[in-house]
């Protein structure tokens, strides 16, 4: 539309310059021949009435002509200006999101399948700390499909810069000696952030996560039951019922989350050996690899015999913690450092109950700014926290 009308105004000052000088030179050529009659400085000059109406006249509407044209146009065009501006920082957004697309497909899809897929798998030569072989596994590789509703995109950048210390997830950034630019990284950000899913598709797969989660514990407890697939569903059916009313059961749950590769739950980082089912390879290693204890400790500090009752003095504590997840170089707790880029992810909304005496989050990313809901509802983070705190954790 401001095009149009820019065009229009173009074809207008260019067809009446074209004019001008055609009858410029029109009257040019009557002047051939001109010393014939008298030179024009020494004709008489037009009578006053001539001067003051008609000349006058013309000059003056030529003059309005030509200011409701610079009045009109230059407004319009000062309109159109933010729309054009905008129009730029879209162009320049989905030229990121494109070339964020192919770098993906290129290095990460082969571990994390689509973004806002399930997540996947990778083969994994698992060393000990003398980098002697333990074991070949098959590494849970986590859904990146609501990364940034658990972290911001500066710690996600901090993973991209320098991977996941002994796990198959690599350093990729400049600074932490991996191959991509600044910009690249940046790109690849502005990929996934295109593909994130939306709040209620994030609800449904943490509740279809919490099923699975509850029949593979019935499984566990029931091993029996592995050819009974019909008894397997109703014991699954009636776990879930329970946990409704059983604040530690649906605690548990929540923290063993097997969804989209365990990104809703807590397990992958504070429980050892969770992202390869180390329990079945204990007894083909000999022992060299321990079992999952649940809570134990890995990336994430043990939660176990009363680690989070001294880091937290009472529940709530607790759960503003893990709504807001750790920042990095923000202590938290009693003698939480908040070490490592902020890795503890937030699992609650991104703005802070400030009425529960929240603190005010630092994490005021466009992404969450403009959804505002988390992995966890408020409910799901209260009955994380009683599990952690609870006896199954924390007897000796
Ligand atoms: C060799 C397989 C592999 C490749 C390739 C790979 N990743 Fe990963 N990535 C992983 C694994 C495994 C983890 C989880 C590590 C753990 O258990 O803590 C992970 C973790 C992550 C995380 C943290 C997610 C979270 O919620 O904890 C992000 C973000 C991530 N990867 C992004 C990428 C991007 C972007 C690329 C491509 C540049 C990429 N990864 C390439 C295997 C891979
Ligand atoms: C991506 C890995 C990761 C996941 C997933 C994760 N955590 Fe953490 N968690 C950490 C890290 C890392 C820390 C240490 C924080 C720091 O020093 O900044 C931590 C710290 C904690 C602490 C404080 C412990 C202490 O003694 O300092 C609690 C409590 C906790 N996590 C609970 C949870 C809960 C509950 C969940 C699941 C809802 C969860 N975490 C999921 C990585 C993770």
């Known amino acids: 539309m401001v095009r149009n009308v820019g065009l229009v105004i173009a074809a207008i000052a260019i067809g009446g310059f074209v004019i001008y ?7 040019g050529r009557k002047e051939i021949g001109a010393e014939l009659h008298t030179p024009p400085n020494r004709r008489t000059g037009d009578s006053d009435e ?42 320049d957004d989905s030229h990121a999101v494109e070339q964020g697309r192919h770098l993906y497909e290129e290095r990460c899809a082969s571990c994390h399948g689509t973004v806002n897929g ?3 798998q990778v083969n994994h030569v698992l060393l000990d700390n003398n980098s002697t072989y333990l074991a070949n ?16 995109e500066s710690e996600v950048r901090y993973v991209l810069d320098y991977g996941r210390p002994n796990t198959p997830m690599a350093a990729w950034g400049g600074p932490g000696g991996g191959p991509f630019t600044t910009q690249q990284v940046d790109d690849i950000l502005a990929y996934i952030e295109s593909e994130q899913i939306l709040p209620a598709e994030l609800r449904d797969r943490v509740s279809t996560g919490i099923i699975a989660t509850a029949r593979q514990k019935v499984l566990k407890e029931n091993p029996e039951l592995s050819e009974d697939i019909d008894a397997i569903e109703r014991a699954t059916t009636e776990m879930v019922e329970q946990a409704a009313t059983n604040q530690v059961l649906m605690g548990e749950l929540l923290f063993n989350n097997v969804g989209d590769g365990g990104v809703f739950g807590c397990a992958r980082c504070h429980t050892p050996g969770w992202s390869y089912k180390a329990d079945s390879l204990v007894e083909s290693t000999g022992g060299l690899i321990g079992p999952e204890i649940v809570g134990g400790g890995a990336f994430g500090p043990s939660l176990r015999n009363g680690a989070v009752t001294r880091q937290f003095d009472t529940a709530l504590e607790q759960a503003i913690f893990v709504g807001a997840g750790s920042e990095n170089g923000v202590k938290y707790g009693n003698f939480g450092q908040g070490d490592g880029g902020g890795q503890m992810p937030s699992f609650g909304k991104c703005v802070g109950d400030r009425d529960a005496g929240d603190r005010d989050r630092i994490k005021r990313h466009n992404f969450c700014l403009s959804h505002n809901a988390g992995i966890l509802t408020q409910e799901q983070l209260n009955a994380v926290v009683a599990y952690e705190r609870s006896e199954s954790l924390n007897s000796k």
């Open 50 to 91: 001539k001067l003051e109406t008609r000349r006058l006249d013309v000059g003056l509407a030529t003059g309005l002509f030509s200011l409701i044209i610079i009045g009109i146009a230059l407004p319009l065009y000062w309109l159109g200006e933010p729309g054009r501006q905008e129009g730029r920082i879209v162009r």
């Open 137 to 152: 596994v098959s590494w849970q590789v986590p859904s990146l499909s609501a990364v940034l509703y658990r972290f911001s």
């Open 118 to 120: 399930p997540g996947g």
């Open 21 to 27: 000088w055609l009858f410029n030179w029109l009257a």
